[in-house]
């Protein structure tokens, strides 16, 4: 079951943060962040393996809510550099052997 | 270390034509992946490995065969080519689970089917 995530786009300017959502309608073992820019590779940001965790670093962060099915991206402080697609990837208890299955993706665009 | 390689970066075909896409990594990884990327749709599992010699099918396989004959290769053929395979198509790998690991992703091939 593809994860959604929200919004599909945001426009910021720099210096202002943003959240990105994503949801599952089932239970998770984990969730990926990627950042993947234009005609580019997928790189990868941070996992979260456990309910409740949060992680980060510098200026991105994540959290994650086991018991809502859903994961969190905090981009604070937002940079040019910033800009691209956001991708969350969902690996489910007992579901999908084990690989993720990717959302859409949230387009992040930063403006000067 | 190049990472993950994938040779064509770029590839037209006609419809029915077949074509081979190879992906190389050089990190020891176990697991291996296949993704096709779609305007809007963000990436989806063709096919995937977990070892040397193994193959499973993901997502999206139909139309696709793959082999994993070294530990450091992973090869995605299209037998006969249709205009809905036009795409672009990443290769990933990772050190072990793909839930519990970090996926490493090459350049991608872009591929139009005519």
């Known amino acids: 079951q593809q994860p959604v995530q929200s919004p599909q786009a945001v426009i910021l300017r720099e210096g202002e943060d943003a959240v990105i959502n994503c949801s599952s309608s089932k239970a998770l073992y984990s969730v990926h962040w990627y950042r993947q820019k234009h005609g580019e590779a997928p790189v990868f940001l941070m996992i979260?393996?456990?309910?409740?965790e949060q992680k980060g670093h510098e200026k991105i962060s994540a959290s994650f809510n086991e018991k809502k099915q859903q994961s969190s991206l905090y981009l604070t402080a937002s940079q040019l550099s910033y800009s691209g697609t956001y991708f969350c990837g969902t690996a489910n208890y007992g579901g999908s052997q084990g690989n993720l299955i990717f959302g859409k993706g949230t387009k992040l665009s930063v403006k000067p | 270390n190049a990472g993950v390689t994938q040779t064509p970066k770029f590839r037209v075909l006609k419809t029915g034509q077949s074509m081979t896409l190879l992906c190389a990594q050089d990190m020891n990884h176990e697991y291996m992946y296949w993704y096709r990327q779609d305007p809007g749709m963000g990436l989806r599992l063709i096919h995937y490995s977990v070892g040397e010699g193994t193959t499973a099918k993901g997502e999206v396989p139909d139309g696709y065969n793959v082999s994993r004959l070294k530990k450091q290769n992973f090869l995605l053929g299209l037998e006969s080519a249709a205009p809905s395979q036009t795409s672009v198509y990443f290769c990933?790998?990772?050190?072990?689970?793909?839930?519990?690991?970090?996926?490493?992703f090459g350049p991608g091939t872009r591929l139009t089917v005519l």
């Open positions: 979260l393996l456990k309910g409740g």
């Open positions: 990933a790998s990772s050190y072990l689970r793909g839930r519990d690991n970090e996926q490493f």
